[in-house]
Structure formats: C-alpha cells, structure tokens
C-alpha cells in the first residue's frame, strides 16, 4: 500500500512564503499523478495545483503567478512553492498521488498540513 505524507506547513504573515512537501512510500512502480489540494473551514476541497509525468502543470486561478508545483522522480516527491502568501490561502493541504505499484493502480491521500495566513 503506498503511503503519501505531507510536511512543511505553518503560520507566516500575508506576503510571506512557505514551501510544502509530500512523500509517497511503498512499492511505487510509477507516479503519473501528483496534486495539491486544500480545504478551508467550511468549504470544500479544491484544487490547488497539479503535475503530471510529462512535467505538465496546472493551477487554480486563485494561485497562479504565486505558487509553483514541482517534483522529484527520484524521491517520489512533490513540493508546493507558495509566495506572496494571503490570508485566504489558509486551509488544510492535501496531497494526493496516482499511479501504478506493484500490484495495481493506486490513488493515495495525504493525512493534511495546516497553513495559516495570519498577522
């Protein structure tokens, strides 16, 4: 069963930066799909950001020019940038994976990271 575990959230002030990271453990044949995904109080999950195996990204509208997701192959590893902070980016981040282990496709969630955005 592949694990996936998110690390690197926190408080900073408005305009401040945080770098978020998750992990994927396991029998990983491949990973075709990495995102990022966060819900505030009393909303629903959404779409952050997301990167395929092409390198391929996409963002919400609401982050666009202020976070950059990337990846790492080797580590089985993707990294959320996020600058220029506000204080309507607070939330839970989850990190979800999709790909193929030892036995079959998987499609994995992170536990969540807190980021708040406060002064």
């Known amino acids: 069963q592949v694990q996936v575990v998110e690390s690197g959230g926190g408080l900073v002030q408005p305009g401040g930066s945080l770098r978020l990271s998750c992990a994927a453990s396991?029998?990983?044949?491949?990973?075709?799909?990495m995102g990022w995904y966060r819900q505030a109080p009393g909303k629903q999950r959404e779409l952050v950001a997301t990167?395929?195996?092409?390198?391929?990204?996409n963002y919400a509208d609401s982050v666009k020019g202020r976070f950059t997701i990337s990846r790492s192959n080797a580590k089985n590893t993707v990294y959320l940038q996020m600058n220029s902070l506000k204080p309507e980016d607070t939330a839970v981040y989850y990190c979800?994976?999709?790909?193929?282990?030892?036995?079959?496709?998987?499609?994995?969630w992170g536990q969540g990271t807190q980021v708040t955005v406060s002064s």
């Open positions: 396991g029998n990983i044949f491949s990973i075709y799909y």
């Open positions: 990167i395929i195996s092409s390198g391929t990204t």
């Open positions: 979800n994976m999709r790909g193929i282990d030892d036995r079959t496709r998987f499609d994995s």
